[in-house]
């Protein structure tokens, strides 16, 4: 059940936020325009950082993995796409509005905050009846219960304090557009709420060309569009946000045991990249959607309490069963092992590349104060860190800069690599902290002597003297993917 933040996990979340904006990660979207709610722009480091996210995932899932090829499907789909996967619908929220302060709601996020304050104070089985009672009338689409719910407990606005709500209605999710120059020839289509149904539609386009036999995956990163109600909590629930996507497709009644196999293999993609054990944890769904006949959540502790990070769903054979139905197009693989044609099931893994972001930044995020010293520094795992090493020569004279100069030319094709001359050498330690290079290389005049260098370690801060010639092998070394899939 979703906890609701204590004020010091709001002021860290706020630190978070200003942190991501003053170094260049994360801003507001058109913000010179006041912004626009729940859209946001990657910066230098944070377009670098998310890169590396999404290069390591794919590569997990394309390179370590045998049997699973990519694709890159478009945004816009035949609208009939939306028709047969539900989303048309029943990709819905319930809403509600306040009348008194004007501020809409998600209807179910009302009764689960308020839940949550009786979980928290200890009164669990009136927490349970609640979440329950909203499951079983969602379930119903009983919106009505929904706001007598809301009534009955007293629930009230934030903002105006009151409980004057209106009805409870559903909210479409999707964005939808017009394609075709003229007004009379264009037609609905719709940014797609998720890059899932790019894969089934190209399933048997993929198994044939690229002759995958079942069991086998197909991967895909793109844009997903959802017009969330309620937009808050950063980059945690945004309008417009990235998708990573990986359908495995199964033999029926396999299918239980690869969703295990992918609950299991993912927690450890997490675990790989460094998240503590304690601040994961997995979340079975009671409640399943249409298409599921098991489906889990890998939840993150963030600022804001346990969230999904990542959804694990046994899929069945709903969506290419629902995509033969309305495309008259049979969607069938033949097993040569079996000597049956089937429509395979599928488990699907599904990640949001900027909620993965918000977690490592979350992660990595460490305000260190002892009595020495106190830094602010970002602890991310040195194969995704944006940077990777900072060329850094002491002073600006004795022929330092075209040392330096020298070894970024040596490190600069395999590493993203920061050049810096200027500042006291204190200072251009503490920006590197403050993006999360992993490592500093300090040029001196010893360097002009014997050709070595001191390397100064983000996390310890601690100091060492290598040979020139060992650099590129140990940076090599310490930010391989190899590192994290080695655990996996
Ligand atoms: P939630 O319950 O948080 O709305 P969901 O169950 O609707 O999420 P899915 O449809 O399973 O999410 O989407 C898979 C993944 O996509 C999520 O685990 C999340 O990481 C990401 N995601 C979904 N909606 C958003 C969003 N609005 N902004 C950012 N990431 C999102």
């Given at each position: 059940?979703?906890?609701?933040?204590?004020?010091?996990?709001?002021?860290?979340?706020?630190?978070?936020?200003?942190?991501?904006?003053?170094?260049?990660?994360?801003?507001?979207?058109?913000?010179?325009?006041?912004?626009?709610?729940?859209?946001?722009?990657?910066?230098?480091?944070?377009?670098?950082?998310?890169n590396n996210l999404k290069r390591l995932w794919w590569e997990t899932m394309t390179r370590v993995q045998d049997?699973i090829?990519?694709?890159?499907?478009?945004?816009?789909?035949?609208?009939?796409?939306?028709?047969?996967?539900?989303?048309?619908?029943?990709?819905?929220?319930?809403?509600?509005?306040?009348?008194?302060?004007?501020?809409?709601?998600?209807?179910?996020?009302?009764?689960?905050?308020?839940?949550?304050?009786?979980?928290?104070?200890?009164?669990?089985?009136?927490?349970?009846?609640?979440?329950?009672?909203?499951?079983?009338?969602?379930?119903?689409?009983?919106?009505?219960?929904?706001?007598?719910?809301?009534?009955?407990?007293?629930?009230?606005?934030?903002?105006?304090?009151?409980?004057?709500?209106?009805?409870?209605?559903?909210?479409?999710?999707?964005?939808?557009?017009?394609?075709?120059?003229?007004?009379?020839?264009?037609?609905?289509?719709?940014?797609?709420?998720?890059?899932?149904?790019?894969?089934?539609?190209?399933?048997?386009?993929?198994?044939?060309?690229?002759?995958?036999?079942?069991?086998?995956?197909?991967?895909?990163?793109?844009?997903?569009?959802?017009?969330?109600?309620?937009?808050?909590?950063?980059?945690?629930?945004?309008?417009?946000?990235?998708?990573?996507?990986?359908?495995?497709?199964?033999?029926?009644?396999?299918?239980?045991?690869?969703?295990?196999?992918?609950?299991?293999t993912?927690?450890n993609w997490h675990l790989a990249l460094g998240?503590?054990?304690?601040?994961?944890?997995?979340?079975?769904?009671?409640?399943?959607?249409?298409?599921?006949?098991?489906?889990?959540?890998?939840?993150?502790?963030?600022?804001?309490?346990?969230?999904?990070?990542?959804?694990?769903?046994?899929?069945?054979?709903?969506?290419?069963?629902?995509?033969?139905?309305?495309?008259?197009?049979?969607?069938?693989?033949?097993?040569?092992?079996?000597?049956?044609?089937?429509?395979?099931?599928?488990?699907?893994?599904?990640?949001?590349?900027?909620?993965?972001?918000?977690?490592?930044?979350?992660?990595?995020?460490?305000?260190?104060?002892?009595?020495?010293?106190?830094?602010?520094?970002?602890?991310f795992h040195p194969a995704i860190a944006?940077?990777k090493a900072?060329?850094?020569?002491?002073?600006?004279?004795?022929?330092?800069?075209?040392?330096?100069?020298?070894?970024?030319?040596?490190?600069?094709?395999d590493f993203n690599?920061?050049?810096?001359?200027?500042?006291?050498?204190?200072?251009?330690?503490?920006?590197?902290?403050?993006?999360?290079?992993p490592f500093?290389?300090?040029?001196?005049?010893?360097?002009?002597?014997?050709?070595?260098?001191?390397?100064?370690?983000?996390?310890?801060?601690?100091?060492?003297?290598?040979?020139?010639?060992?650099?590129h092998g140990r940076i090599a070394e310490a930010t391989s993917f190899r590192r994290v899939f080695e655990k996996l």
């Open positions: 059940m979703a906890k609701t933040a204590t004020p010091a996990e709001n002021a860290q979340l706020k630190d978070i936020i200003s942190h991501a904006k003053e170094y260049g990660f994360v801003y507001p979207s058109s913000e010179i325009y006041d912004g626009l709610q729940a859209v946001y722009d990657y910066g230098a480091y944070g377009v670098e950082l998310k049997n090829v990519g694709i890159d499907a478009a945004i816009f789909m035949h609208p009939t796409t939306w028709k047969a996967s539900g989303h048309v619908d029943s990709f819905n929220d319930p809403m509600i509005d306040n009348k008194d302060s004007k501020k809409r709601y998600r209807a179910d996020v009302l009764v689960e905050e308020h839940a949550a304050v009786f979980e928290r104070s200890g009164d669990v089985e009136k927490a349970n009846s609640l979440t329950g009672a909203l499951a079983r009338m969602l379930e119903a689409e009983d919106l009505a219960g929904v706001r007598d719910l809301i009534i009955n407990e007293g629930i009230k606005c934030p903002i105006s304090g009151t409980s004057n709500w209106t009805d409870v209605r559903q909210f479409n999710l999707m964005f939808s557009t017009q394609v075709g120059s003229v007004a009379e020839d264009a037609s609905t289509i719709y940014l797609r709420p998720e890059t899932a149904q790019g894969i089934f539609v190209n399933f048997l386009n993929v198994q044939k060309t690229a002759r995958m036999k079942v069991p086998f995956g197909i991967a895909q990163i793109g844009k997903a569009f959802r017009n969330e109600i309620v937009a808050r909590q950063f980059i945690f629930r945004m309008r417009e946000f990235e998708q990573m996507e990986m359908q495995f497709f199964v033999r029926p009644g396999t299918e239980l045991e690869w969703y295990k196999v992918w609950a299991e993912r927690m998240t503590p054990v304690e601040k994961l944890r997995k979340h079975d769904h009671e409640k399943l959607a249409h298409y599921a006949n098991a489906a889990m959540d890998i939840e993150y502790d963030f600022p804001f309490g346990f969230k999904e990070v990542e959804g694990i769903h046994s899929r069945t054979d709903f969506d290419l069963k629902s995509h033969q139905e309305f495309s008259k197009k049979k969607q069938q693989y033949f097993d040569p092992e079996v000597n049956q044609n089937y429509i395979p099931y599928v488990i699907e893994t599904s990640i949001g590349a900027d909620r993965l972001f918000l977690l490592t930044l979350c992660n990595a995020f460490t305000e260190e104060n002892t009595e020495e010293k106190s830094r602010t520094y970002l602890k944006p940077v900072a060329i850094l020569p002491i002073t600006k004279k004795d022929g330092l800069p075209e040392k330096g100069k020298e070894i970024v030319e040596l490190l600069k094709y690599i920061i050049y810096e001359d200027a500042a006291s050498i204190g200072k251009r330690y503490t920006r590197q902290d403050l993006i999360g290079t500093c290389i300090a040029v001196d005049h010893q360097t002009l002597e014997d050709n070595t260098v001191t390397i100064r370690h983000r996390d310890t801060t601690e100091q060492e003297r290598v040979p020139i010639s060992e650099l």
